[in-house]
C-alpha cells in the first residue's frame, strides 16, 4: 500500500507548523511503519476510524501495521509541511518552488489559512481581524492554478507531437504521461475536460479563458483540497470563518486549532490528561497536578474549541482529507475468518486504505504481487460469503483473499 501524503499548503504564520507538530507528535505508536520519506520536512502522521474490532465482538486486536488506540483505528501517513528555513523567504505572493514541491508531492492538500485575520497579505503577523483570510485562499489558490496552467503549456507542443504520431493515444493519455510527477492520472485530465465542456474540443482551437478554465479544473480534480480555517481560539475568527465557508461554498471547510491541538497532545505525553486522538476529546488525570498555565490553557480550549466546534479540528480535517476527499476505505485483510487474524494468530493485524472502488484483486496486489497471480476469491469474514475477484470493496471490510499461489490468505503487507 503507497503511503498516502498529506501536503500543508498555505501563507507564512497561518500556523502550518504548528498543525504538523500537532498531527506528528504521538506517532511513536507506530512502531513498525516503514519510515522510507526522502524529504525532511514530512512526518509521520495518521488517520483515525473506528476500527472493527468491537462491532466483531473482540476484546482485542493486535495491530501491526498500524494502531488502535481506545477503538480508534490509526493508520500511518505522511504529512508535509514547508521546510522551517523558508520561513520568510517566500512571504505572501510568489511562494516559489517550494510550497509547489510539497503540493506536487502530495495526494491531497490541507489549505492551512488563518481564520483570525492576524496575518497581512504578506503573511507578516498582524493585529487579530486586520488581515482577510477570504483574500489569502484565493492568493494561494491562484498561484496553484497558474502553475498547473504553466506546467500544461510547456508541455503543450511536445503533447500534439505524441498525438499526432501515435494512433491510438489521446490528449488524456499524453497529458497525465507529462504531468505524472504532480499526481495527475487519465481520469483526471477527464473529468477537467468534461467540467469545462472541453471534452472532445480540438486543443489548438482553445482560447486563454478556455485554458486558464481547463488549469483550474485540473487542479480541483487531481489534488483534492480543503480548507483548514485555523487559529478559531481567536475571538475575531468565528466572523471570517462564515466569509470563508460562504465564499467557499464548493470546498469543505474545517474549523480549527492547531495550537490547541499541540496543548492537548503535549499535555496528555506529560501525562495531565488523557485524551483520545480519534474524538478529540480529553479529561483531566486524576490528581494531577496542573500549574497555573496549564489550568488557564485547557480551560480555554474548552471552551472556545471542544465547547464552541467540537474538536480542535487537526485529526479531523485529516480524516475528512483520507475519507471524505480522497474516497479512501479502510479494508481489514485476513487469513483466518474465524478467528479474525493472519496465520501467527494476530487479531485483525493489518488494515489498508484502500480508493473507492478498488477491487479484491486490486486489494490483493497491494499486498503481494504473488498473492494476486494466484487470486481466487475473497472470503467476507462477517459473512462467510464468497466475493469475486471484482467485487468493490466496502468501508471496514474484512477479507481473506484466496490465492492459489503459496502462502494463501497471507495478509502481512511485505511489499510497498
Ligand atoms: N492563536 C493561535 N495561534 C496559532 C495557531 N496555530 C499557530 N499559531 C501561531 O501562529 C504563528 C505561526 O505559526 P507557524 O506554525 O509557525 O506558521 P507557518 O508559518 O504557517 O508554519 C505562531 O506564533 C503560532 O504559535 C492557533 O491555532 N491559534
Ligand atoms: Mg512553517
Known sequence: MPTLRI?????????????FNAATLQNAEISNYPFTTKTPNAAIGQAATLCVHRELGLKQDNPRNSACVDGWRMIPLEIIDLPGLIKGAYEGRGLGNQFLSVASQSDALLHIIDASGSIDAEGKIARPGVGDPVADIEDIEEELAMWYLHLFQNSEDKILRIIKTNRGIDFADALSEAMHGIGVRREDVIEALKRKQL???????????????????????????????????????????????????????????????????????????????????????????????????????????????????????????????LRMNSVYPVSDVGKFSDNSGNVLPDVFLMRDGASVSDLANSIHTDLAKGLIYAIDARTGLRLPVEYQMKDRDVLSIVSASKKPGTSRAESR
Do not use: C
Not at 501536503?7 to 498543525?19: A, D, M, S
Not at 471570517?240 to 471547510?253: G, H, P, Q, T, W
Open 199 to 325: 471534452y472532445g474540443e480540438d486543443v489548438e482551437q482553445w482560447n486563454d479563458r478556455q485554458r486558464i478554465d481547463f488549469a483550474w479544473s485540473l487542479r480541483e480534480v487531481s489534488k483534492p483540497t480543503l480548507i483548514v480555517a485555523n487559529k478559531m481560539d481567536v475571538p475575531e475568527a468565528a466572523k471570517n470563518f462564515l466569509k470563508i465557508r460562504e465564499a467557499y461554498s464548493d470546498m469543505i471547510v474545517v474549523p480549527a486549532s492547531a495550537e490547541s491541538e499541540l496543548t492537548l497532545r503535549k499535555a496528555e505525553q506529560s501525562g495531565v490528561i488523557r485524551y483520545s486522538p480519534g474524538e478529540e476529546r480529553f479529561e483531566i488525570v486524576k490528581g494531577a497536578k496542573l500549574n497555573e498555565r496549564q489550568q488557564t490553557a485547557l480551560a480555554h480550549i474548552s471552551k472556545a474549541i471542544l465547547g464552541e466546534y467540537l474538536r480542535t479540528g487537526v485529526q479531523f480535517a485529516i480524516n475528512v482529507a483520507v475519507f471524505k476527499l
Open 7 to 19: 501536503g500543508l499548503i498555505g501563507k507564512t504564520n497561518t500556523g502550518k507548523t504548528t498543525f
